[in-house]
């Protein structure tokens, strides 16, 4: 049986981070929604091993790809003899804030599930990955949520009031390592608003969610490539509603109603940035079939 399945990116609508563990790990507060960018993952059943197919050269094509250890730490877990051919459909910008590496694990863990019937539920599926990295439970899961601790512990939330998404990814990529390893606590002086969030999304209102948006690494990767600013200030200029670096950066994202006004967002952005897409938030996992 063949199977291709959806991966696609998410965006931090805020993200806290409370403080640092003695795993070296930080223990966040993030409100994170998926949107319909995306990766399509094909999985192929073939006799023996592992093999990685990608449509991006900027992705390692090894045992350093995401789906490539989602798919070994299955067979390795569940005793499966079976091989797979895995091919990455990549459209997610690689190292851009946007979990495409942890939504491309997310999606070969469910398509192995489906494929080989392991029958496991989607918090086992959720606990395994965390092994891979701390986003992908919640790609496993998909829609929107609360996402603590690691980014492991969820609270499903009911999705954004739908709208259009714009994305630019400047040039460079961003290390998510060295974005933690340049946080000093003790200069974070706003946070975001969870309960703030919470109340907005509840009540679907755009506007409060537009004035909702915080991300407390924002400052850290702005300082070391101020193109971030730039684009966040660009993008307010060319009418978004509300702007925000997702993750750690450095794609920054702006929240935008009306489609005339998403496409004037995105053509005025061209002329600064290659990487600019404009996308409908998903947001809600019933609605929108991750298979
Ligand atoms: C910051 C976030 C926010 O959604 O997204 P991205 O910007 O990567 O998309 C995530 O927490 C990233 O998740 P992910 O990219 O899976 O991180 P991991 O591979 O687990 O960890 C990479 C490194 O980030 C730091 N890290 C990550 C997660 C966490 N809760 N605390 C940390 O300190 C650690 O230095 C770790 O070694
Ligand atoms: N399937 C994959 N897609 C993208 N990046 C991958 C993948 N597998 C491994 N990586 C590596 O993971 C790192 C983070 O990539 P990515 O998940 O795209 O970014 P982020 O964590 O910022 O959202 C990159 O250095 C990339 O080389």
């Known amino acids: 049986m063949d ?63 995401l789906a490539y250890r989602a798919a070994a730490l299955i ?78 512990q969820l609270t499903p939330l009911s999705p954004p009031p739908p709208c259009w998404v714009v994305l630019a990814k400047p040039p460079h990529g961003v290390s998510t390592v060295e974005v933690f390893q340049a946080l000093k606590m003790e200069k974070i002086t706003t946070r975001p608003n969870l309960e703030g969030m919470l109340n907005a999304l509840d009540k679907k209102d755009f506007d409060q969610v537009c004035e909702q948006l915080a991300n407390v690494l924002e400052g850290v990767t702005m300082a070391t490539y101020p193109k971030v600013r730039f684009l966040k200030e660009r993008m307010a200029t060319f009418g978004a509603e509300g702007v925000l670096m997702s993750g750690s950066g450095p794609t920054v994202f702006g929240l935008v109603k009306k489609e005339s006004v998403a496409f004037r967002v995105v053509n005025g952005l061209r002329g600064f940035c290659r990487q600019v897409y404009a996308v409908r938030m998903l947001g809600g996992l019933k609605e929108n079939s991750l298979e």
């Open 75 to 152: 067979k390795e877990r569940f005793g499966i003899t079976k091989g797979v051919n895995i091919l990455i459909h990549k459209r997610i910008p690689v190292a851009a804030g946007l979990a495409g590496g942890s939504s491309d694990a997310a999606a070969t863990l469910r398509g192995l599930n489906k494929m080989w019937n392991l029958g496991l539920s989607t918090e086992e599926l959720g606990e395994l990955g965390l092994a891979l990295g701390s986003d992908v439970p919640f790609c496993v899961q998909g829609g929107t949520a609360i996402a603590r601790g690691r980014g492991e």
């Open 3 to 65: 199977i291709s399945v959806k991966a696609p990116a998410k965006i931090n609508l805020t993200l806290d981070v409370l403080h640092k563990r003695p795993d070296g790990y930080h223990d966040l507060e993030m409100v994170m929604t998926t949107v319909d960018l995306a990766d399509r993952i094909d999985l192929t059943e073939i006799t023996g091993g592992i093999r990685l197919q990608s449509t991006s050269g900027f992705v390692p094509f090894d045992d350093r790809n």
